[in-house]
């Protein structure tokens, strides 16, 4: 698959993207596709462009470049309390900067080593350099996202297994050991019974009870 081309792959429904970086899925739909304010005012996406009007019940996937630009804004926003607003003027920032799709997800084409874009101009900030240090590029596209970071076997790649969390040079999902861990069956052996080291099976397990256990915040809309 030829440079940008991976950006387009629809990957998660929004559910399963909003579970992978820890938003509420309500707030990732607000970031994907807008929504409409108390007030009947439309509010545009603050990543993308306005869905066209059409059947509401066509399923909407989000692609691999939307899934990494929502995890950039999750990194950004972190743990505040951050109303959209601010949000949206940060993303615009880039959005200006970079004349290609997807720039949120560009750092090695929109900023230089360290420096990153708020609202204030370019500064550093850790939270984002930290998420884009898990992830690995080609050229300036990402094509792997390493959710614990590059030493806990965990990796995302949008090119295998459908995106879905693996064990590093595996095709094993960390969902399916985990969901056999859960029904009785013990590390070690499953370990032996799918060729891996114990310390990844671990891995695994533990990045799913991370998932499972993780406190999502809903924010204010505003």
């Not at 929502?70 to 920032?93: E, N, V």
């Amino acid at each position: 698959m030829g440079d940008s081309a991976v950006l387009d792959l629809e990957m998660y429904s929004k559910s399963d993207a909003a579970r992978l970086l820890g938003v509420a899925p309500q707030t990732l739909g607000r970031w994907l596709d807008g929504y409409t304010a108390a007030d009947g005012t439309r509010r545009p996406p603050i990543l993308g462009v306005e869905p066209v009007a059409g059947d509401s019940s066509t399923p909407r996937f989000v692609t691999w470049g939307e899934f990494i630009e929502a995890g950039h804004l999750a990194a950004y926003r972190g743990f505040q309390r951050m109303r959209l607003r601010k949000l949206r003027k940060y993303a615009s920032i880039w959005q200006r900067s970079c004349d290609v799709p997807y720039p949120l997800a560009r750092r090695k084409l929109c900023t230089t080593p360290g420096s990153h874009l708020n609202d204030n101009g370019t500064v550093t900030a850790e939270s984002v350099t930290a998420f884009f240090d898990r992830i690995d590029f080609e050229g300036d596209i990402p094509v792997r996202y390493w959710p614990d970071g590059r030493d806990a076997h965990i990796v995302v790649d949008p090119r295998r297994q459908f995106g879905a969390p693996i064990i590093e040079g595996t095709r094993m999902g960390t969902e399916v050991l985990h969901g056999m861990y859960t029904a009785g069956d013990p590390a070690e052996w499953l370990a032996h019974a799918y060729s891996l080291d114990l310390v990844q099976v671990e891995a695994a397990i533990r990045f799913e009870q991370r998932l499972a256990n993780r406190k999502i915040i809903a924010y204010q809309a505003a």
